[in-house]
């Protein structure tokens, strides 16, 4: 994922070089957008949440990038300032998701940070710069995308790239009408009319490509798999590898150049993201070891008290139980009441069983038998 959308940075600058930036962001979700709303279901997420993933990893990240690297930011240092969507991501998640923030993650957010900082510090100042309005512009970017991560990550799809195909249906409109408006229409159809004339149309035709084919639709299917199995605390620091990759390729590419420092720099993300992703390790204490003990002897008292109580449960009787078989013959019932005279019926009978007594439980949960009560009572002669 990190070296796929490291590409992405010199692939854009290929396509920047021909459509301007606010048609670059509508193309490149357009052309994922249109097979999508036909062939692909959408996805069983609340709208809400589809939305905001939409506006902002697809808006608000790509308008201010695009618009920065067409205001001179290099695709290097672009791809460094925008992964300050990681500890955006980390903030956002912890205050508006009550994501647990551990000691680790903030030590390896910090760290990695670190390293951005100084490689920002060294092309901004050693290596001619570039205008803050456009790093400001990259910086917004860079808190749309922790938007949009927390928006997937609240999504929870069952599916993450059909998540991230219909999210492509999101920016297309609002960003071709603001091409319209921003950049002209004149300038619009004369970019989408000559693409495949020249040189320079033909790489942007490509870079376009690579953008939509791969760091869309597999780099971002990968991240939204990660963000919707894990916590986004955890997935976020992984963004910053990004910039490692983004700038390696600008200088084999473009002809970026890349000091030394900044390549030690870049070591120093890859330790601060292994560090903050990396799982606590929790190691058992004397203390630990010494409760274990009592706790298997209360446990098995407790399994040997439930297991006694269910012995002397007393079972459970029925009113149409079998208490006596009668034999065939004559068959007296008599039946009284108080105050009034007794009556007897006598006839004959063929076997059968008849409920005459009631069980009760007893000690050691042994069931008796008792004797039928002296106003429901049977005889048998034969």
């Known amino acids: 994922m990190a070296v796929l959308w490291g590409l992405n940075f010199p692939a854009t600058e290929l396509a920047l070089q021909h459509f301007p930036p606010l048609l670059l962001v509508a193309l490149r979700f357009a052309l994922v957008a249109v097979p999508t709303v036909l062939l692909v279901p959408r996805p069983p997420v609340p709208l809400r949440w589809l939305v905001g993933y939409g506006l902002g990893f697809g808006v608000l990240q790509f308008l201010f990038l695009y618009r920065a690297m067409d205001l001179g930011m290099p695709p290097g240092l672009a791809s460094i300032v925008l992964q300050s969507s990681a500890p955006?991501?980390?903030?956002?998640?912890?205050?508006?998701?009550?994501?647990?923030?551990?000691?680790?993650?903030?030590?390896?957010?910090?760290?990695?940070?670190?390293?951005?900082?100084?490689?920002?510090?060294?092309?901004?100042?050693?290596a001619g710069g570039a205008p803050l309005l456009a790093v400001l512009l990259v910086l917004a970017g860079g808190l749309g995308w922790a938007l949009g991560n927390l928006s997937s990550r609240l999504a929870r799809p069952p599916r993450p790239l059909h998540l991230v195909l219909w999210m492509s249906v999101v920016p297309p409109l609002p960003m071709a009408g603001a091409s319209l408006v921003v950049e002209g229409p004149e300038?619009?159809?004369?970019?989408?009319?000559?693409?495949?004339?020249?040189?320079?149309?033909?790489?942007?035709?490509?870079?376009?490509?690579?953008?939509?084919?791969?760091?869309?639709?597999v780099g971002?299917?990968?991240?939204?798999?990660?963000?919707?199995?894990?916590?986004?605390?955890?997935?976020?620091?992984?963004?910053?590898?990004?910039?490692?990759?983004?700038?390696?390729?600008?200088?084999?590419?473009?002809g970026d150049r890349t000091a030394p420092v900044e390549i030690a720099l870049g070591a120093v993300v890859v330790v601060g993201v292994l560090v903050g992703a990396a799982p606590p390790r929790r190691r058992p204490t004397t203390l630990d070891a010494g409760a274990q003990a009592p706790r298997a002897r209360a446990r098995s008292r407790a399994a040997s008290t439930a297991s006694s109580r269910a012995a002397r449960s007393p079972r459970s009787s029925s009113r149409r139980s079998p208490a006596a078989v009668v034999p065939p013959g004559e068959v007296t019932r008599s039946r009284s009441s108080e105050g009034c005279s007794p009556l007897s019926r006598t006839s004959a009978a063929v076997p059968a069983s008849v409920p005459v007594a009631r069980r009760e439980a007893v000690a050691r949960g042994r069931p008796a038998w008792t004797p039928a009560s002296t106003s429901d009572s049977s005889s048998s002669s034969t």
């Open 220 to 254: 971002s299917g990968v991240w939204t798999t990660l963000l919707a199995r894990h916590p986004s605390g955890v997935v976020a620091p992984f963004s910053m590898l990004v910039p490692v990759a983004g700038v390696s390729s600008s200088w084999l590419l473009l």
């Open 88 to 126: 955006f991501t980390v903030l956002l998640g912890a205050v508006l998701l009550r994501e647990r923030l551990t000691r680790r993650r903030v030590v390896g957010v910090l760290v990695a940070l670190a390293g951005l900082a100084g490689i920002a510090v060294h092309r901004g100042f050693a």
């Open 187 to 217: 300038r619009v159809m004369t970019a989408l009319t000559t693409a495949a004339g020249s040189r320079t149309g033909l790489l942007a035709v490509a870079g376009l490509a690579y953008v939509v084919l791969l760091a869309t639709l």
